[in-house]
């Protein structure tokens, strides 16, 4: 289907005739397949991930690679067919490890944009079911509210406020009002159509229903997508500047290895040999993988976020959430569990009790202990229909005819405890909807903080929901027993200290309100002044949102991380106060917007250190708030779910969404995607950035100090005037052998158990900070003199055999890289504090490693191509004693250490 067709000069009920599709009850299951079989996935053009083979063939782009099949051919060319094989064959080995972490790095990247997918809500099978978009089909019928991305090109059948912003295809910032009862002439442009929505335009205000009339590349968008990029992924800046250092190392290592080639042609040693010598020591002295390094250490690790909850939605927050600083977090269903229920409902001088949790419509109802029947009060009955009909939670069709069944609720979970109070109290929604049809909405957002809809009730009828605050200031009128009259002040005073009262139990209070209209009264769309003013009061709703257990926990975990958490939510100060306090946040008092509004810039700054709720607040608060924090250097990670939050999140250093409840317009304005909108899911976050980051600083200790020691391994050998301690085959096999699964295995350590005691690491910390610059040449330059040296007395002990003394200096380099390999493992702890085998995949890496190398000393079939001797017990014990010594001194203090501990302990129990 094409909008060629002009459906925007078509009546719904024709386009409903053409696409063969019932507005009340949507496509059937089987229909839908069929036309997605015919039609296919919604899904603009994109760019093709990387073939296979191609992953494959780029191993044999880099430089370095290139510079070894040259010298491979070199090698062939002079008659050197076991080298060349050789080198050719490491150079094979090589490419395939490097073909299976990109294809493993680029797996992890397409299961994120998966899991990042965007959704619609759509009617099949007479049901509202949550799809992926992709999944949309010429003929569904989708339900739009604020804050959706358009899925497809939709013919509006209603619409209720509705307007879309449509600058991603027309360029106009401003939004365009729809409606779904306008028809064209048929010469209107796309951004004049009022009753159309377009694909990848979003919803900024109200609400609506359509017919699919367009999918991918048959949309509007989709005739331009020729002119749209795909976005490339940018570096992170972590790999940008790995790139720089790795560009000066190259720099470094070329000097080195052409200072190692003049010494040895000027010591006599042949060219060729030397050529071969400094081609392999460049190979593998040169850290040309770092930035490659840095994607797999991060695809490994928002992997293991997922698995936690976490959806990163752009690389570089992995980086940032290691310095998180603050955490500014909503209350409602984040720090709360979000499992709304209305445990009350309060007038002036009664308050009816009300039994039952979380969706289920078994309840009861009572007055002063009494057991009553509400919709027999007129007070009472008028209150659960304002939450009935002021309501767009959806209740499951099956299992609504069972009372004591727990319902299945699509919608806002305020509105949904709202529905389940009226069907607890005998009043279906549906029912109770179809017999009061709404006419107008205007529809809630976090900066009104209420929400009203009109409805045929007696004439016309405004019912209004809201915050207590805004609503009550707006009520000149109560209605009590049934009768309605002024609304005192007395009576205004005293609603006004329930709320407090509420809110101290830490329950989330809204008021239900109404006002009688007349037709001429109602505006389309309705103007808000008019029909939320001189309301009626009803009552208050009191609704439980119990902390979540996890919480408490996690905000501790996270002060002990040095990472303040601050509550910003709508609710009324009281009740934030009281969850604030169940939380174990500093109850130094709250702050409210309006008195936000009173503050200056310096005046917010000063607040901000010692001020930890902020109740009740708007969106523009929550952005002030973010600058604030970020002036003061810190670095602030923002929660929200409203299309409102947006700016917020996009001017947060971590801007993270919910999942569950946050909108589409959110979750594209953030860097992580709540999937279970759990504050603790954040902290987990923060440990396992903070976990990335140690174990890239873990891969460059070990991959530069090996590096160094080889270099300075050769240097040294050649300045002495002693012979190569290294052949070029047996530099590419260390290289091959140490550099790869060790490496690897490094990325996938578990963070530490107190990388949440340490504070947070500065942003603009250098790589090598904490001194690990020279802990890389300290080792570096220790592993070469335990080399040399073996080397030396290997030449003084059998002069005549080169070939052995090779073997013992290739194996010493080989073994005291091995080793090294697990102390690099922690900066702050011995080895044999964290474990030895607490990451089985090193200790499988090294044993596989250890087994290749023993196996080119052993077996006959490959000793003449690394030219390499057996090594007898006591070879061995010279060569452990020198890789080793290192680890053996580590393991014996810790064994001091822990004896010391013990008899310290005893002789305090004795004294």
């Not at 709250?590 to 001020?611: C, F, I």
């Not at 569950?660 to 759990?678: F, P």
């Not at 530069?704 to 047996?730: D, H, R």
Request: glycine letters at 8%.
């Amino acid at each position: 289907m094409h909008l060629d067709h002009r459906w925007h000069t078509l009546s719904k009920d024709e386009v409903a005739r053409l696409l063969k599709t019932d507005c009340e009850s949507g496509l059937t299951s089987g229909e839908a397949r069929r036309r997605l079989q015919r039609y296919g996935p919604n899904k603009l053009a994109e760019k093709p991930p990387k073939p296979k083979w191609l992953i494959f063939l780029q191993q044999f782009q880099d430089f370095m690679v290139m510079v070894l099949l040259v010298a491979t051919a070199v090698s062939a060319l002079l008659g050197e067919i076991a080298d060349a094989a050789a080198i050719a064959a490491i150079v094979m080995v090589n490419a395939v490890l490097g073909y299976m972490q990109e294809a493993k790095a680029e797996a992890s990247l397409a299961a994120l944009k998966q899991l990042t997918a965007p959704r619609a809500k759509v009617l099949r099978d007479k049901r509202i079911i949550n799809i992926r978009a992709d999944e949309l089909v010429p003929g569904d019928i989708v339900e739009i509210e604020s804050g959706d991305r358009i899925p497809a090109d939709i013919r509006l059948i209603s619409a209720t406020s509705l307007a879309a912003n449509e600058s991603p295809l027309t360029g106009e910032s401003l939004p365009v009002s729809k409606s779904s009862t306008w028809i064209g002439g048929g010469s209107e442009g796309p951004g004049d159509r009022q009753n159309i929505l377009f694909m990848g335009t979003t919803a900024v205000r109200g609400r609506g229903r359509g017919i699919v009339v367009a999918t991918a590349m048959n949309t509007q968008i989709g005739e331009i997508a020729g002119l749209i990029q795909q976005a490339n992924e940018s570096p992170t800046p972590l790999q940008i500047r790995l790139e720089h250092l790795g560009k000066v190392l190259v720099g470094v290592c070329l000097a080195l290895v052409t200072l190692v080639f003049a010494a040895g042609v000027i010591q006599g040693m042949p060219v060729y040999k030397m050529f071969l010598t400094g081609v392999s020591l460049a190979v593998a002295a040169i850290p040309e993988g770092l930035p490659a390094v840095v994607t797999i250490a991060l695809a490994i690790g928002v992997q293991r976020m997922i698995r936690r909850r976490g959806i990163i939605r752009s690389l570089p927050a992995v980086e940032t959430l290691g310095c998180a600083t603050v955490i500014c977090s909503d209350k409602t269903g984040t720090l709360t569990k979000n499992e709304m229920t209305v445990v009350r409902l309060v007038t002036v001088d009664r308050q009816l009790d009300i039994s039952g949790t979380g969706y289920s419509v078994k309840g009861e109802f009572r007055e002063g202990g009494r057991l009553i029947d509400p919709t027999l009060d007129p007070d009472w009955a008028t209150a659960l229909a304002i939450a009935a009909l002021c309501n767009h939670a959806r209740l499951s069709h099956d299992v609504r005819t069972n009372h004591s069944a727990t319902l299945s609720v699509m919608g806002d979970p305020t509105e949904a405890a709202l529905a389940i109070l009226a069907a607890k109290g005998g009043m279906d929604p549906d029912i109770v909807r179809l017999r009061y049809p709404t006419v107008a909405e205007v529809p809630f957002d976090s900066y009104r903080k209420r929400m009203s809809v009109i409805v045929r009730w007696q004439g016309l009828r405004s019912m209004v929901k809201g915050a207590p605050d805004i609503i009550l200031e707006r009520c000149t009128h109560i209605q009590r027993g049934g009768q309605v009259r002024p609304l005192s002040q007395t009576e205004r005073r005293v609603l006004s200290e329930k709320v407090a009262r509420l809110g101290a139990e830490a329950l989330r209070v809204l008021a239900l309100a109404y006002r009688p209209l007349s037709v001429t009264q109602v505006a389309d769309p309705p103007a808000e002044n008019l029909v939320e003013r001189g309301l009626v009061f009803v009552a208050l709703a009191a609704l439980m949102d119990p902390p979540r257990e996890e919480v408490p926990r996690a905000i501790a975990t996270a002060e002990k991380a040095g990472v303040r958490t601050i509550m910003v939510t709508g609710d009324h100060k009281d009740t934030a106060l009281a969850i604030g306090r169940q939380l174990g946040l500093p109850a130094s008092g709250v702050v409210t917007g309006d008195q936000l509004d009173t503050l200056s810039d310096a005046q917010l700054e000063k607040v901000l250190r010692t001020t930890s709720i902020f109740a009740p607040i708007s969106p523009r608060h929550k952005l002030r708030i973010v600058r604030a924090l970020r002036r003061q250097g810190e670095i602030v990670a923002m929660t929200g779910d409203g299309i409102n939050d947006a700016p917020a999140l996009k001017e947060a250093d971590i801007g993270i969404a919910m999942g569950i409840t946050g909108t589409d317009v959110t979750k594209d304005a953030s860097a992580m995607v709540l999937a279970d909108d759990n504050y603790a899911t954040i902290v987990a976050a923060i440990e396992e950035g903070r976990g990335i980051y140690d174990n890239i600083r873990k891969f460059i200790r070990y991959l530069l100090a090996c590096n160094v020691g080889e270099v300075l391994t050769m240097l040294l050998a050649t300045v002495a005037g002693l012979p190569l301690p290294l052949l070029p085959i047996q530099i590419l096999w260390m290289n091959l052998i140490t550099d790869g699964l060790p490496a690897i295995a490094l990325g996938v350590d578990p963070p530490h158990e107190d990388v949440m005691h340490r504070p947070p690491r500065r942003a603009d910390e250098s790589i090598f900070a904490r001194g690990l610059h020279r802990k890389i040449l300290i080792r570096g330059t220790l592993i070469s003199l335990c080399t040399v040296a073996v080397f030396t007395v290997a030449l003084m002990i059998k002069p005549s055999n080169l070939e052995w003394a090779q073997t013992m200096a290739f194996t010493t380099l080989v073994m005291s890289q091995l080793f090294y390999v697990f102390q690099c493992r922690s900066e702050y702890h011995s080895v044999f504090e964290i474990g030895l085998f607490t990451n089985r995949y090193l200790v499988t890496a090294v044993a596989i490693s250890a087994a290749m190398h023993i196996l080119v000393i052993y077996w006959p079939v490959t000793r003449p191509i690394f030219h390499t001797a057996p090594l007898s017990l006591t070879d061995w014990l010279i060569v452990l004693a020198f890789s080793g010594w290192s680890i053996i001194m580590e393991g014996s203090l810790h064994l001091v250490r822990s004896y010391w501990r013990r008899y310290v302990a005893v002789i305090r129990v004795a004294s």
